[in-house]
């Protein structure tokens, strides 16, 4: 991983495929609908799949938005934590207005997204101060500095609160906590965080102390986790394969962990890892899957 300008990391490292996929050119014909499923999930994995053993967080997180109470969600990566915004900014939320900031790198990356999506919002606040006379939005915010966005968004949020809600937080720099103190503090204003665990909060990590205001994603149950299994064995098409030996490796390894369960049958859809007796070939799938969630 490499730093960023606002003192984090850049996200992990990207899958490493396991040997060559010239030499299975005839998997790939042979196993027609695993190639497309495969080929067809690569951005946004699995999503699709039903929300299954977070309900009791989804409820948290909710319930944190609905009543302007800021909240930490911890967990390891894979355990759910975008799972449970996805599906909660699905349903629950759906109509509640809010800011998602999906992952940030650095302050400015941050106060962009968040500018945008006042813009996207029609927030009253923000247009008032803002003055375009082209209308180009994006070719706006693209000329903007950090410190002109910060006050513009200081302003706008601080007369017409909306929740910010930021996911994936990695280690941010005391730049980023000193902007988001001051939100964090002003009335009618909430912040939700997911993060793997307090280190990777960074300096945000002074504002997110609250044992009270914090959850931590607890792994799957073994029931919870064949349920997964099962649903993501249907989702991609991995019914035509030999799955009694390759489910109890996937249960087993993943221990719980609805990402690494998910990834598994995922990377299994791809005939690189499928020999011609139609097995899955589990030992490069899982050091690739590891890879993944470094």
Not at 120 to 133: D, P
Request: aromatic residues 8%; hydrophobic residues 40%.
């Amino acid at each position: 991983m490499t730093p960023n300008a606002d003192g984090g990391e850049r996200p992990g490292a990207k899958l490493v495929p396991v040997g060559a996929i010239q030499a299975w050119g005839h998997m790939e014909r042979a196993l027609p609908n695993l190639d497309e499923r495969f080929r067809n999930t690569r951005d946004g994995i699995g999503a699709e799949l039903p929300l299954i053993g977070l309900w009791k967080e989804r409820e948290a997180l909710v319930g944190s938005i609905r009543r302007r109470e800021s909240l930490l969600l911890l967990g390891p990566g894979g355990s759910g934590k975008t799972a449970l915004i996805r599906s909660a900014l699905g349903a629950d939320l759906r109509e509640e207005p809010l800011v998602h900031v999906p992952r940030f790198e650095t302050l400015h990356d941050l106060l962009v997204q968040i500018a945008r999506a006042l813009i996207e919002r029609r927030h009253r606040q923000f247009e008032r101060s803002v003055r375009t006379a082209s209308g180009d939005w994006e070719k706006w915010l693209q000329a903007q500095t950090s410190i002109h966005l910060k006050g513009l968004l200081w302003t706008a949020l601080e007369k017409e609160p909306l929740p910010i809600l930021l996911d994936g937080v990695n280690r941010s720099g005391y730049q980023t906590y000193r902007f988001l103190q001051r939100l964090y503090f002003a009335p009618g204003m909430v912040i939700v965080a997911t993060a793997r665990d307090h280190s990777h909060l960074g300096e945000l990590a002074r504002l997110f102390w609250d044992p009270k205001k914090t959850r931590r994603l607890q792994p799957l149950s073994d029931d919870e986790s064949v349920r997964l299994f099962e649903s993501a064995a249907d989702y991609y098409h991995l019914r035509e394969l030999h799955l009694d030996d390759f489910r109890q490796k996937v249960l087993d390894s993943a221990n719980g962990n609805p990402g690494q369960i998910v990834e598994m049958c995922r990377l299994a859809s791809n005939p690189v890892y499928v020999t011609s007796e139609r097995r899955v070939k589990f030992a490069p799938l899982r050091i690739d899957v590891m890879i993944r969630f470094l």
